[in-house]
């Protein structure tokens, strides 16, 4: 079995505590969570297309995240679980040179699960729908808008993130 290499594992912890500590920045301005939230560590969703490293580096960044800021258990593993899904498809697509369709996953996913479980787990009466929408917004901001930004400004060093 190949052992894990020291690039990967590094960039995999570094994106984690990228995502935890944008969480908890977007948590203390009261916009990490509820109906309507706007976490700016969701922008982090668009490194799987520079790097394998950033699927498990986002999901455990949005498992701690979210462990750390008192969600429930079900918001910790299908939350976890959505940008983990996100992550592998934005991997995928990775070829992509189209940022729009390179932020899509992670804003497609979490306006599919987010609402479900703001809507069981912690009783938010709004509409599935509306909160469909709420949580879309955040994510086309904090993903598409905040992602496409990041997407530029590291494409243009796309050669750190090269494995070996």
Known sequence: MKKLNVLFV?????????????????????LASGEIQL????????LPAFTPAAIPGLFL?????????????????????ATLLAAIVVYQLRHHRNPLLLTAPPVIANMLVVPFILKYSY??????????????????ISCMV????????LDKRRLLFHQN
Do not use: H, K
């Open 123 to 140: 009783g938010v009466p709004l509409p599935i729908p509306v909160m469909m929408f709420t949580v879309g917004i955040g994510e086309v």
């Open 10 to 30: 590094t960039q995999a912890g570094i994106i984690a505590a990228l995502y935890v500590i944008l969480t908890f920045l977007s948590s203390m301005m009261g």
């Open 39 to 46: 976490r700016l560590s969701e922008m982090l969703c668009i």
């Open 61 to 81: 960044g949005c498992f701690l995240s979210n462990l750390l800021t008192g969600c429930t258990l079900i918001d910790v593993i299908f939350g976890s679980l």
């Open 146 to 153: 905040l992602g496409s930004v990041l997407y530029f400004a």
